[in-house]
């Protein structure tokens, strides 16, 4: 089970971390960033249905979620090119950078 998530220069965040429960609720105000959690995790699934994370890509336009471009996914004020994408479990870690964008 995922324990935490992780997003760093993604959409309209720099650096957020989620501890994740059996049951969690994501909820707040518009324009937080709730639907941007969830297109980072739809991000991540469908881009290792697709088989791109084997690689060290992600797909970010599919089935689940289609991001234009990862220049449009980079956190405005970021300090280098990239984003990253991680969740974490008990058992380990699956990370996910993105060091240079390129759209897929």
Same mark, same amino acid.
């Given at each position: 089970m995922i324990e935490y998530v992780?997003? #760093?220069n993604f #959409?309209?965040?720099d650096d957020l971390q989620i501890r994740v429960a059996p049951l969690? +609720?994501?909820t707040g105000r518009n324009g937080v960033g709730k639907s941007t959690v969830m @297109? /980072? +995790?739809l991000t991540i699934? @469908?881009?290792y249905v697709a088989r791109y994370l084997q690689d060290g890509l992600l /797909? +970010?336009?599919g089935d689940l979620v289609n991001l234009i471009?990862?220049?449009e996914v980079l956190y405005r004020q970021a300090q280098s090119d990239g984003f990253d994408l991680r969740v974490e479990e008990a058992v380990g870690e699956a990370d996910f950078v993105v060091e240079s964008?390129? /759209?897929d």
């Open positions: 992780v997003l #760093k #959409k309209c965040f969690t +609720l994501i @297109q /980072a +995790l699934r @469908q881009s /797909a +970010l336009n471009s990862g220049d964008i390129e /759209a």
